[in-house]
Structure formats: structure tokens, C-alpha cells
């Protein structure tokens, strides 16, 4: 899937690519700890990491074409307030992040729905997603986007290196219902279906 700059807008947002502009939203975004808690990155400290993560993580996806890597705008100043993304990888992987200020608002669902319907447009056959079982806010986000819970798994998390317990839900965008993603469990040892899900 070619990264092509797309911009995407829903009633209230807009989502287009970072930019060289945006590195004090993403300080802001990426350095606050408690929406960071359940990411795999430790949060940016200042501002030359935020650039540096601003070119590791967006800048060198888009050069590369690699995946959709939204910033999350609202209309009304066009001012990153989170992300939205589908990695580019076999996993197509679906990830998100809203500052705190914008919780409970129903941001992340309309992002996610119209990054979905671009992943579709795009001709991706499925997208996945991961959260930890800590973070049960997070699968009600993903099944509000439509997927469904197909198992869970333990992984050494990297770079923190602490041992977590991932849900993975999955959404099928070409019609097959029956496709499951089965890297991760095929990849970690300890895997399994809840039945309370």
C-alpha cells in the first residue's frame, strides 16, 4: 500500500500527514505518560525527541510509502490532537492515540471509521489490531469500529520488556469472514481464545 498523501475528512475532523510543523503536537501527544501507557515507544521528553520522532516514526514511513499514518485534526484549527494509522506490514496493523483533553468525544471511532473506509478503498483485504488486556477502553473502540475478538497472546513487549497479555481483533475488509490473522499465534508460545469476549 503506497503512502501516497491522502486527506481524509469526517463531520468534525480532518486527517492528513505530520508535518515539520506539527512537532509540538506530537510532543504533546507522544510525551504525555498516561496515553502512552499501553504503546510500545517510551514517551518523547522534550522537543529534539519529538522531532526525532517525528522522523522516525512518520516522516521516514512516508518517504518509504509505508502504511497510512494519520494526524488527527480537529476542522476548526487543523492542530493535531492524535493519530490514526494502518502499518504497512502483512499485519496491517490499525493503531491510534488522542490527547486526554478529547476522550469520551467519539474522535478516535469517526477517525477510525474513515481511515478504514481509505484502507478499503485502498483494496487492503483486512486490517488487525492489538491492545493490551489492560486496556479494555481500547477493544470497545475496536469492535465500535466493526472488528471482531480472535485471540489472545503473550508477548515480551519491546522496547519496555515487560511481559504483555495482547487481545488481537480483526476486520475483514474483502468479505472473507473466515480469514484470521494467525501470526501471533503461531509466533508466541502462550495464546488462546477467551470465551467471555
Known sequence: MKNKEVMLETERLVLRNFTENDIEAIERIFGDEEIN?????????NRKEAEAFFQERYASQYAGGNG???????????????????????????????????????????????ALEQAKRDGLPFVTATHDIENSKSGAVLRRLGM???????????????P????????????????????YWEQYEIHFVEDNL
Open 37 to 45: 501507557r499501553f504503546l510500545p515507544w517510551f514517551p518523547v521528553k
Open 68 to 114: 497510512r499514518h494519520y494526524a488527527v485534526c480537529l476542522k476548526t484549527d487543523n492542530i493535531p490532537i492524535g493519530y490514526v494509522n494502518v502499518s504497512g506490514d502483512d499485519s496491517r496493523d490499525f493503531g491510534y492515540g488522542l490527547l486526554k483533553e478529547f476522550w469520551g468525544q467519539g474522535i478516535i471511532t469517526e477517525a477510525g471509521i474513515a
Open 148 to 162: 471482531k475478538y480472535c485471540y489472545t497472546y503473550k508477548e515480551q513487549w519491546q522496547p519496555k520488556d515487560i
Open 164 to 183: 504483555v497479555f495482547f487481545r488481537m481483533y480483526q476486520l475483514n475488509l474483502d468479505g472473507d469472514s473466515d480469514r484470521v490473522y494467525k501470526k
